[in-house]
Each structure stands twice: as C-alpha cells, then as structure tokens.
DNA sequence: CAGGAAAAGTGCGTGCACGCAAGTTTGCGT
DNA sequence: ACGCAAACTTGCGTGCACGCACTTTTCCTG
C-alpha cells in the first residue's frame, strides 16, 4: 500500500507534564520553572543539532545541556524531532487562534482564518530561518514539523465555535480539522523542492502539481477551497 | 498545551516493503509470498491480540506465530498497533475510494463521498466488531485506529481530482484531506463512549458535544458542513 | 507556620524501531 | 538452462520511549 510516504511520526503533544490553561492567578513559581525547563530544552536541542548536524545528538546531549536527566527530558518531549522542531514552532497554535480572534467581527470568517494563518507564517524571524534550513536536511525533522499542524486545531475550533455559537460546535470541528489538513499541505508543498520525485504518492493521472510558489502563496490557495464552506456555516447562524 | 491527547501514534505507513500500485502481469510468486506474510502477520497479531490481552503480546510471539523473525515483522509494520489494527482495517482505503467512482457521474460529489465513506464503515462483518471492542480497550489501539484514515487522503485525492479535472488538483487535495480529518472525528466521537471526560480539548466555553449517535449518523454530520466546498469545486468545472 | 498532599524530577528495566551488512530467494535476459 | 541483479529476509547493535517506584520540590490549608 503506497511508498513510505509520512513514515514514523509521533503527533503532537505525547508529554506527561501538563500545561494548565492559562489561570488568572500568578503562574506561581512551579509553573514558571516548568516552562523554564521546557525552554531550556527546547534551546539546548535547537543548539547542538545546528552545531553537530541533527543526526549528531542524542537526547542524553539535550538533557545534559538542560540539565535534567534524560528521563524527564522526555516528559517533556515524545521524540528526538520534537524537541528540535518545537523552538521554531514555539507557540505558533495559539497565535493563530489568537490572530482569528483579534479580528472584527465583520469580516468573512473565511479570511479573518486565512490570513491569521499567512500572518503567523511569514513572520520568519533570523534564528527561524535558519532552523527551517536544518529541517529541511532530515525527513524526520520534516515529518515533525508538519505535524506541528495538528496543534492548530483545537485552539482554532474554540474561536471557530465562538463566531458560529454554540448550534456550530461540531461544524467548527471540523472546519478547524480541515484548515490544519490545509496547511499542513501547503507547507508540505512549500518545502518540497529537496527534489524528492516520489512526492505526491502513486496515483495515476495528472502529475503536475504547481511548481510551489510562496509560503503565503501556498496557503492562501490551500485555503481557498475550504472558504465555501466557511461561508454557509456563517450563513447559517447569521442569515 | 494541553493534556495528552492523541500520545504517540505513528502515522500509517512506515513499511519498508513496498507493494507497487496493482500491476497488470500476473502478481507473480513474490508478490503472493509478500501478501501472505502480511497477512500472516495480522491474522497472527489480531489472534493473539484476542486470546491474551493486547498488552500480553510482545512482537516476537507475532512473529514467532508468523514464522517470521522479528526483524521481518517490522518491515511490514511499524509498530505493534498497526498489525493489529490492520487487521480490521484491511484497505478500507482502497474500498472508499473506489466506491465514489462506482457512483454515477451525475449525483453530487459531496454525496458521493458521503454515502461511499458510510457504506464502507458499516459493513460491519463479525470478527471486525469483535475486534472493535478489544481497540476500544486500549487507548494505543484507538490512535492506531484512528490514524487509519490518514491513509485514505491518497486515494480518495485521485478519485477527486478525476472528477474535477486537471483544474481542480490542487483542490482535490486539499478536499480529501478534510474528508480524512471529517472521517476522523466522526470515529473519535463515535468510540468515545468509554467515560473520558476530558475528551474534546481544553477550550473555555460550550461543553455540549452530541452525544455521539450511531456511526452513520457521525459520519453523515461530520461530512455536513464540507458539502458546500465540494459544491462550489464542482460549479467551477460545469458552469 | 507547620504538615501533608500533589506534582515534578530521577533511576532503572524492558521492549521496540530501525540502520547496517550479510545471506537467501525470485525473476529475467541471453 | 544458467547466472546475474534486484528484492526480500535476517542477525546484530544502538538509542530511545515509557512504565514503575521512589525522592525532592512546590503549594495549600488549618
């Protein structure tokens, strides 16, 4: 069945160590040392793959760099990649979700998400850049980062749900499913070029796919089909 | 971010043998060996699975059952999950995909796609809801299920894209993928019954989830709210 | 300001995924 | 029929994910 297209990938979010949503009390000092820990790992992994290549390190270098033992290391990551990836993709889930919000209530859903989403994109820091570089060395990494995208979605139902009320729960569900099925695509598109030839798996007919365009680019047309959808669901509460 | 939702989960896959897109020569003895160790390896998986619990069995009694070495069993599957899983899951993929080309060119894709995916998961046969209970024991088992319908994007995206054209690939993609994620959460809601009551993420407001209906009536609610994308893809190939 | 419970960190052991480098079988051309 | 090349199998070694039981840290409540 099909090449080893998206082998071994361990989805997102396998750790033991909870994060509560945020609370209204001061984060109070366990919480501020979890996130110290998290972040200390997340650099120490960053670091040392770009200086040895990714290949290079074993979890037992993350850790020590971090300094924890490697068992709580993963408590806090479920693999290797994870650990690399997550200090580019910091807390990009909850920024789009954030973005969607903070636009007026006016505009179709459908672009308030779309262009949350090319926002939170494009905003390619240094270090980011450099990081997607490194990712795009190793499939592991790759498989990884794409899917970082499952992450999206359930932030994104929540404000998904929120515009369409409560009659719309299970429809934002499932449009935020299908926005990070969208996404993960258009990033899969975008860092395609790493000439891989057996890319768009083996089915007969058209094997022309566009030559991968811009990031915003690529998810904007990834995007454009759901925005049907979008609309009659906005219909539907608002006629 | 979050509790645990969705550990670990290896996405469909990650074999090392690889079966070729049906070739029109007769299969030849390789390929019947092929299959026969496949399946060799899931009855085997599935059957022992049953008679201890799924936690009693360790990769080396599959394949010791299989008169195969462990080594082996790994080249066709990825982890112990997927050979049981498997079981029950046979190409299910394959069968979605060719029942929407099965439909007549004149009913609505969004239709089509809809009542092929229902067709194809009430077939309930005897053994496989057998073996429905024992995934529903164990959450492992569940994510490997559920990660099933990953596979179903490759194909259905072929069936698609034949129906709208070379225009429309992009398209396709991105509408299969849905489907998949759709397919998804109607299997998740529908196979949650088993008291988890964090299920549905950590989001602030509306707690009411339907309280998950039969799985035809999960299928046909999740695929709801995609209709009008299909509509508006298939308007734009038949004006 | 205790004291005790909850949560995070740690050491250890087990089974597993997977790369590598033979060995073995199958298929095909001459 | 022969033999070569490609494909599959296997043994071995390594690093890793993860359960369990225990220690340490943080937080709350009387």
Redesign the pocket.
Known sequence: MHASLR??S?VWN?D????PPPGL?P????????QA?REALREAALRLAVERGPEQ?????I?EAA????????????????AIVSAVTADREARIAAAVAARPAGVRLADAVTEAAVEQYTNTSEREHQALLLITTQTALRDAFLDTTAGIEPPLTAVIAERLGDAGAHTARVLAASVAAAIRIALEGWLRPAGNAEAAGSFGAGGLVVPSGSLPDQLRAALAPLAPAFDAAERRTQP
């Open positions: 082998a071994r361990h396998a033991t160590v909870t994060t009390p984060p109070g000092l366990r919480e501020r040392k979890k820990t390190v074993r979890v037992e270098d850790a300094g924890v033992s490697p068992r709580t290391y993963n408590n806090y990551f479920a693999s290797r990649e994870q």
